[in-house]
């Protein structure tokens, strides 16, 4: 079935690091894929979302590209802050699922001053 | 923000007790999502619904039912609480389902005792 695997946590990184969190998919047919983030004590937001092949989705500094040669939709950002500090979620809305998501396991984003 | 309140947001109950979660929108979407979630596990869906009174089961239906009578409320019961059922519970809701964004509420911890 259908799956979303991101890399493990947590990351921990100083301001104004790069930040790259990996995450690939399995699916049949054409997903849409998102980023989502929960800040801590809260429920997720979205971040950021493709619906097609070599879309960007980008929103607050960060980027994803939809790669589907690669199955791949990373997420990156230029320079994080200490309010970047959250769990980041990879999911995957199937094309015939009636819109679930289906959810990685979530990376925890640690910054430091 | 999207108008999603859960209710209870606590709750600690025993085990065998039965439980009901109540998601209340003021959005008018059409789709309802209920989702646990676990570490390690990222967010799972439980249920959802596409209309009044309209349900289908995700990936860890076992153990939950839900209702939707009206638009704006959707219920989860546990019908006999187990201690594996101990949890974050989310809502979420969207307009058209397919690829669509969710928005989630503030989730509900559940500890089974």
């Known amino acids: 079935g259908d799956s979303v695997t991101q890399m493990e946590g947590p990351v921990t990184l100083s301001e104004e690091a790069f930040l790259t969190i990996n995450c690939t998919y399995t699916?049949?047919?054409?997903?849409?894929l998102f980023w989502y983030v929960q800040y801590p004590g809260e429920g997720l937001q979205l971040l950021l979302k493709?619906?097609?092949?070599?879309d960007k989705g980008s929103n607050k500094g960060f980027e994803a590209t939809y790669r589907k040669e690669t199955t791949s939709f990373h997420l990156e950002k230029g320079s994080v802050q200490v309010s970047d500090s959250a769990v980041y979620f990879c999911?995957?809305?199937?094309?015939?699922?009636?819109?679930?998501?289906?959810f990685g396991q979530g990376t925890e984003l640690s910054v430091k001053p | 923000d999207a108008g999603i309140t859960q209710s209870p947001r606590h709750k600690v109950t025993e085990t065998g007790t039965p439980v009901t979660l109540r998601c209340h929108q003021t959005e008018n979407h059409r789709y309802m999502y209920w989702y646990r979630q676990d570490p390690g596990h990222g967010l799972r869906l439980i249920h959802y619904s596409y209309g009044v009174k309209d349900t289908d089961k995700g990936e860890v239906s076992d153990g939950y039912s839900v209702s939707r009578s009206k638009t704006e409320d959707f219920l989860l019961t546990l019908e006999s609480a187990t201690s594996s059922q101990t949890s974050v519970y989310f809502c979420a809701i969207s307009q058209k389902g397919l690829a669509e964004t969710q928005y989630f509420g503030p989730g509900t911890r559940l500890l089974v005792l």
């Open positions: 493709a619906t097609k092949a070599d």
């Open positions: 699916a049949t047919g054409y997903p849409s």
């Open positions: 999911a995957l809305s199937a094309y015939n699922q009636g819109g679930k998501l289906i």
